[in-house]
């Protein structure tokens, strides 16, 4: 059977009218030379600053160097394979990694490829990981917050959502425990977490890992891991990646938290590659252009207003320092781009405190802008009753005679930091912290000895989680304290003090839930049952024996009066002084 030519042509025609071809431009250069991450390519005529170039292998580049006659990229990744003369090809984009709900639990590289074992993300979009940062007209106002669930942060330095709060301070010091207390306590909340290790050994980025599974946080979080062994270009790189993968959940209206762990790290790896790109060195042999480094990374934190989707993205970024030393370059640099600090002080850190916050130092732009009405109304004074018993501190080591005033102002202070202390891992909710503040500032602790203070605390709130559950849940749902509220208060606090076995404190009825169902149960009891709740009164006794024991404890001398009694020679020359002083 023969085939006609017109059967042919028509076969043609039908294919011609079909086809679709496109024009791909590229520009094909080579290798010259390979060294410490950085490729010279020549012939590259049309490429573009921050290009993503394609190299052998499935190995790509970025463009940063676009000099005369050679461009200088910086390799992700592995470059042994790359050899002089091999063929590099411009793609015509910039650098992207996926980006969306499939990256959520999931621990990746910064070029969004998985790492732990859990089979490819099926991500369907992509961002570019620089991009501009929102302009001013489409921000709004930062004014809710980011609960920490750090009792000292959330009192003292609030954090807003949108802002961007540093968190500096040496090594060891507790800054990646108050990341990771952040994100544990965003479980059951709006907020999507994206924590971003910069520099770290693997075996911290997988305690990490394994400290956000067993708290249940990895199902709102997305961890990007640029570990030490990895290059440089990848450390460089890895901020940006977390940041364009917490924007994409703020374009859709939703409230993200991106934790850059830490920026000194990347800041030496982007020193790296540009002594490597031969640019000139400036201070501390960083690059010019150090600075904005950062800040077009922080910069993308932001609120948006209603008309841009009303998401937002809030920057924690951490920077490292040196023998406490906030005026180097690097820590200056981020301080004044950020919305405030979180110092956390070595010393503090050494003498027990958790967290080691240095509230004199420590300061957030936003204030109570970022605070819910119920923290502000019980911890207006804490920040400042703080720094003045820091100070009175400093002055009692050398005064061997203190007014009274002074005396209950450091006894008071010693107690508020004691009633500070937190351990990691432990997020406490927020009205839980307004619950125990509102005790430590109103003086309901003057008469609990110091070294009881967190048994106090511990003990005070089982007690409102057991007895007076609907108090808590009043001012979590209310998050603001009107006088009913700071009455019942008042009164679980007196009776949790009968309890303790604090003097001069007497067992209260709570009067918000006089009002709800409890009462009628005791109505309804027949007398037996009221002869048995009776009996109930001798367990007092052996509560009755509970000041024993706080007398015990007030009968030790406290540090302050060591510190009385070694440096003043007479104990008491108070009485005669007075008079005279009249």
Not at 304 to 322: D, F, K, Y
Request: net charge neutral; glycine share 8%; aromatic share 6%.
């Amino acid at each position: 059977m023969g085939i006609s030519t017109k059967e042919i042509s028509e076969v043609i025609k039908e294919r011609l009218k079909n086809f679709e071809a496109s024009l791909v431009s590229t520009d094909v250069g080579r290798i010259v030379a390979t060294s410490d991450g950085i490729a010279q390519i020549y012939g590259l005529q049309n490429a573009m600053a921050g290009e993503l170039l394609e190299f052998p292998h499935e190995t790509y580049g970025l463009a940063l160097n676009l000099e005369e006659d050679q461009v200088r990229a910086v390799i992700l990744g592995d470059y042994g394979h790359l050899h002089e003369g091999d063929e590099v090809r411009t793609t015509g984009r910039l650098l992207e990694v996926p980006v969306g709900e499939a990256l959520i639990g999931r621990v990746v590289n910064p070029l969004g490829q998985p790492l732990d074992g859990k089979g490819p993300i099926k991500a369907t979009k992509t961002m570019p990981i620089e991009r501009i940062a929102p302009g001013v007209i489409t921000r709004k106002r930062v004014d809710s917050p980011v609960q920490t669930g750090i009792k000292a942060i959330d009192a003292m330095i609030p954090i807003g959502r949108g802002q961007r709060e540093l968190i500096i301070g040496d090594r060891f010091t507790g800054k990646t425990t108050v990341l990771l207390d952040t994100i544990i306590n965003q479980k059951g909340k709006d907020l999507t977490c994206v924590y971003v290790a910069i520099g770290q050994n693997a075996a911290s980025i997988a305690r990490a890992t394994a400290t956000l599974e067993e708290n249940g946080a990895m199902d709102y979080t997305i961890i990007v891991a640029a570990t030490a062994s990895d290059a440089a270009s990848l450390n460089f790189i890895a901020p940006y990646a977390g940041c364009a993968m917490g924007e994409y959940f703020m374009e859709q209206g939703k409230e993200a938290l991106c934790c850059y762990d830490d920026l000194t790290k990347q800041a030496w790896a982007y020193r790296e590659l540009s002594l490597n790109l031969r640019r000139p060195p400036g201070r501390e042999a960083y690059p010019g252009d150090v600075f904005y480094l950062h800040s077009r990374l922080l910069e993308r934190a932001a609120k948006m207003n209603e008309a841009h989707g009303g998401g937002s993205l809030t920057a924690l970024p951490v920077i490292e320092t040196q023998a406490n030393d906030v005026s180097a370059f690097i820590p200056t640099n981020v301080i004044s781009i950020t919305d405030g600090q979180i110092y956390l002080q070595s010393d503090l850190f050494n003498a027990g405190q958790r967290p080691a916050l240095n509230v004199g130092i420590s300061v957030s732009r936003v204030g109570g802008d970022a605070q819910t009405k119920a923290m502000r109304q019980v911890a207006g004074q804490l920040r400042l009753d703080l720094a003045q018993y820091r100070e009175l501190a400093a002055f009692a080591q050398f005064a061997s005679d203190l007014d009274t005033q002074t005396r209950s102002q450091l006894e008071r202070g010693a107690r508020l930091t004691e009633l500070l202390k937190q351990d990691k891992y432990q997020p406490v909710a927020l009205a839980e912290q307004v619950a125990v503040i509102y005790a430590g500032t109103q003086g309901f602790l003057d008469k609990v000895p110091v070294a009881r203070v967190r048994e106090w605390e511990a003990g005070y709130v089982r007690f409102l989680k057991s007895e007076r559950p609907d108090l808590l849940a009043a001012i979590e749902k209310q998050k603001a304290l009107d006088d009913s509220l700071f009455e019942r208060l008042k009164a679980a606090i007196s009776t949790f003090n009968h309890q303790f076995g604090v003097e001069g404190y007497k067992d209260m009825p709570d009067s918000g839930a006089a009002a709800t169902p409890p009462p009628a149960p005791p109505k309804s009891q027949p007398p037996a049952a009221r002869a048995e709740t009776r009996p109930q009164a001798p367990p007092k006794a052996p509560k009755a024996q509970a000041p024993k024991k706080a007398e015990s404890e007030d009968d030790r001398p406290s540090q302050l009066d060591q510190i009385r009694a070694a440096i003043s020679d007479e104990p008491k020359p108070k009485k005669p002084r007075e008079p005279k002083a009249n």
